[in-house]
């Protein structure tokens, strides 16, 4: 019942919006806690940095995502992308290229998928949901043109990348992604709430109509959206790469759904307009700590993380249902 | 002739029968029907057998999608079915009694269509946007469907299941006679009486359907528990065809076809009106190009390129506004918008 009452208490001294953000983040401490109590070796710093090293790459996609649902719209294509960056950069350091042209070449190429598939959705007007849906099958299509096989990487730029442990004393450490998705964390939090850019994003999210009524360059901002999380999915790609050290068509299937869920998990609203970087950060760990939990509890089969994933998603919609229902 | 051109389904049918000739000039007998031991068989035969799961997926999220909504968890609703029914046919003593399998199918079915009240309800009920009412059940359902088979792939060697998704009655696949009884009662239930009328008109304006007088929560929780149950039989068929049930893969990606298959027959995902047979075009348009892809000896790999490819080019054809910046080079500022347009548009 206290937290309940907590809750209330809340609500007079915060103002509403912040509300999601703080629930995911309490819950993100309450499973921290129950953890800590539940299993031995749980409680540490270094439980939750890993957390960060496994998902670095799902932090930068869902930071891209999180711009797209901002204006209302949807990146179906960001888990393909991710493949197909994955892929792109596995066989062209297999032939020989360097390892900076070929992280150049894949970032550009993920920023013009998603400049097109954006330019597709403003100018003839077709809904994100297809337009990404047909830019999914096209990413993964080439994934297997390219190869149907997992190509390993060998270069020596990508596995110094994927070895690095950069200490942070006291026996923690973190791999570079994670320095680098933290990097994109704070860059976007910049771009949406001190740049024109991000201020754009809210209002065309808020309301398309209003905004182009305003002035505002909606065209761009939307076609500027659907560029940030195509090169967002890339980035995250390289980031995979890292991770993994091989290039393999079926990799990130379905990282679409983890990026949304994590999005939705941390308060943004799917009609747009509304919602947090930093609760899409949450979004990130809770998801993450859902798989350390069930991975310390051993008996668990791993299907009981979509089980856990879907019932929390039902509660943070049912939430958010709750709380925009109040403010009308 | 621009009458002709103007048909809502003239582009899905140009494009039908234009993977249908690329079949004739590389596949010979590509059109030859035969009749062997009593069941008939050939390419156009198997098209349709193999695409009847899509077909009746996709005819369920045409409703869904007809009031504006969309389903995402019918992929799951496949798995589950496919788990339930061959688990419990795989409990019984004797796989082959009628009486066992009929219970199995009908619990299964009875699953799905629970399944797809719980999706009506949290659209109706509580207002939550279909594609995230719908996201809870697809990425909750997959598990489900693991957990009902606990991560393994259920066999199963009965001969009346075998008959659903794989089996021949009257000469012709059984998996085709359920895919045209469905259709014939969908049409029957939409077009003669005044069910479609209702989904269109919710499809169109929720608020306004309510306010004279339609039950909007109603027929919203029927489409979403209809869908489901299409998804339900499709899973069934899935997994009688190959006589077991994988939870993880069975009806993987089928939402996506089936949602493309919908779009390709002409149905704006903006709601209000739907086409039934521009839905069977679409979802047998996704089943040809697999087939031809196959039989023309392109690698199968390159399918999703395909895929994407016809997407587009059916997306950019439909899309008013391409169509408008394209073909007339002059827009009329004062031209009443042709989303408004399409949408009071009732089709018979």
């Avoid at chain 1, 020989?96 to 007007?125: D, K, R, S, T």
């Avoid at chain 1, 668990?300 to 958010?320: D, E, R």
């Amino acid at each position: 019942m206290t937290s309940v009452t907590g809750l209330l208490d809340l609500r007079r001294t915060v103002p509403q919006k912040y509300i999601p953000v703080m629930v995911t983040a309490g819950l993100f401490v309450a499973m921290f806690v129950a953890g800590g109590i539940r299993y031995e070796g749980f409680a540490t710093g270094q439980i939750v940095l890993n957390v960060f090293i496994d998902n670095a790459f799902l932090l930068v996609v869902a930071v891209g995502m999180t711009f797209v649902i901002l204006t209302g719209g949807i990146d179906l294509s960001v888990g393909s992308v991710v493949g197909l960056s994955t892929m792109v950069s596995a066989s062209l350091l297999k032939d020989g290229w360097p390892a900076f042209g070929v992280m150049a070449l894949v970032l550009v190429i993920g920023a013009v998928l998603g400049l097109g598939m954006g330019a597709i959705i403003h100018y003839f007007e077709i809904q994100p949901f297809i337009v990404t849906l047909a830019g999914m099958f096209l990413a993964r299509g080439l994934c297997y043109t390219i190869s149907t096989d997992s190509i390993p990487i060998e270069n020596a730029t990508f596995t110094a990348i994927a070895q690095t442990r950069v200490d942070l004393g006291g026996d923690m450490w973190v791999s570079p992604s994670v320095l680098i998705a933290l990097v994109v964390v704070l860059a976007a939090a910049y771009v949406l709430h001190y740049t024109r850019l991000g201020r754009n994003v809210y209002a065309t999210g808020g309301s398309e109509q209003s905004a182009l009524l305003m002035g505002l360059p909606v065209a761009r901002t939307k076609i500027a959206v659907y560029t940030v999380s195509g090169f967002c999915s890339a980035l995250g790609g390289l980031l995979f790469a890292f991770y993994s050290l091989s290039g393999y068509g079926l990799s990130a299937v379905g990282m679409e759904l983890d990026a949304i869920a994590a999005v939705v998990i941390g308060g943004t609203l799917l009609t747009g307009g509304s919602g947090y970087l930093l609760g899409t950060v949450l979004g990130v760990l809770v998801l993450g700590l859902i798989q350390t939990i069930i991975s310390f509890e051993g008996t668990l089969s791993s299907w009981w993380t979509k089980i856990f994933i879907g019932l929390l998603l039902f509660a943070f919609i049912l939430l958010q249902r709750l709380i925009t229902a109040r403010r009308r | 002739m621009t009458r002709f051109l103007r048909h809502r389904l003239f582009w899905p049918v140009a494009i039908l029968v234009a993977l249908l000739a690329l079949n004739l000039v590389f596949t010979d007998n590509f059109f030859r029907v035969q009749m062997k031991d009593g069941h008939l068989y050939g390419s156009l035969i198997d098209i349709v057998r193999f695409g009847a799961p899509l077909i009746l997926v996709s005819l369920g999220m045409t409703l869904v999608i007809a009031t504006s909504g969309i389903d995402l968890s019918v992929g799951s609703v496949v798995a589950i079915a496919g788990a339930l029914a061959c688990l419990r046919i795989s409990d019984l003593d004797d796989q082959n009694s009628i009486g066992g399998v009929l219970a199995a199918v009908g619990i299964a079915l009875a699953l799905s269509v629970a399944l797809g009240v719980w999706n009506g309800l949290l659209v109706a009920g509580i207002g939550i946007q279909p594609i995230i009412a719908t996201l809870i059940l697809m990425v909750a359902g997959r598990g489900l469907a693991q957990l009902i088979t606990d991560g393994q792939i259920t066999t199963v060697n009965s001969s009346p299941y075998k008959l659903i998704g794989g089996g021949y009655w009257l000469t012709l696949p059984f998996s085709i006679i359920i895919v045209a009884v469905v259709l014939a009662l969908t049409a029957f239930l939409t077009r003669r009486l005044a069910l479609g009328l209702l989904i269109e008109s919710v499809g169109g304006n929720a608020e306004a359907s309510r306010l004279s007088g339609i039950s909007a929560r109603g027929v919203l929780i029927t489409v979403y528990t209809f869908c489901a149950l299409c998804a339900g039989i499709a899973g069934l068929m899935i997994s009688s065809n190959v006589s077991s049930a994988d939870g993880n893969n069975a009806g993987l990606w089928i939402e996506l076809d089936a949602i493309l298959a919908v779009v390709i027959g002409g149905t704006s995902l903006a709601g209000g009106r739907f086409s039934l047979g521009g839905t069977v075009l679409g979802a047998l348009i996704i089943q040809t190009l697999t087939t031809t892809i196959y039989s023309i000896g392109v690698p199968p790999e390159t399918t999703l390129l395909f895929k994407a490819l016809v997407v587009t080019i059916v997306c950019l054809l439909q899309s008013p506004a391409f169509r408008e910046k394209v073909f007339h080079r002059r827009r009329r500022p004062q031209s009443p918008s042709p989303v408004t347009e399409e949408k009071v548009r009732v089709s018979a």
